[in-house]
């Protein structure tokens, strides 16, 4: 699995449990899945950028996602935190 593919969701206990990009879509579907995969890629890019140019090196992060009262995909809680 490449590092982009490296997914999860809330558990209802405990850790949050990983997950295939198959199993993404099936529980959001598959454009609103494929609207993550390339609104985290191109944060991470951003923020990768960001950090090389100033002698740093984002070995491990996370993005957390939720949605609005209207359906709006909101980048929520958690960005560019270690996800430990």
């Known amino acids: 699995m490449a ?8 558990a209802d206990e405990g850790h ?3 997950i295939t990009f198959d199993q993404m879509k ?15 890629l191109e944060l991470y890019g951003f923020a990768r ?3 090389r140019e100033r002698g740093i090196i984002i070995a491990d992060t996370k993005f957390e996602f939720g ?9 929520i809680d958690e960005a560019l935190t ?3």
């Open 67 to 75: 949605t609005s009262g209207t359906g709006e995909v909101l980048l």
């Open 49 to 51: 950028d960001y950090a």
């Open 82 to 84: 270690p996800d430990s």
């Open 16 to 18: 949050d449990e990983n």
């Open 26 to 40: 099936g529980i959001l579907g598959t454009k609103v899945a494929e609207f993550l995969r390339e609104a985290s």
């Open 3 to 10: 590092a982009s593919e490296y997914l999860s969701t809330k």
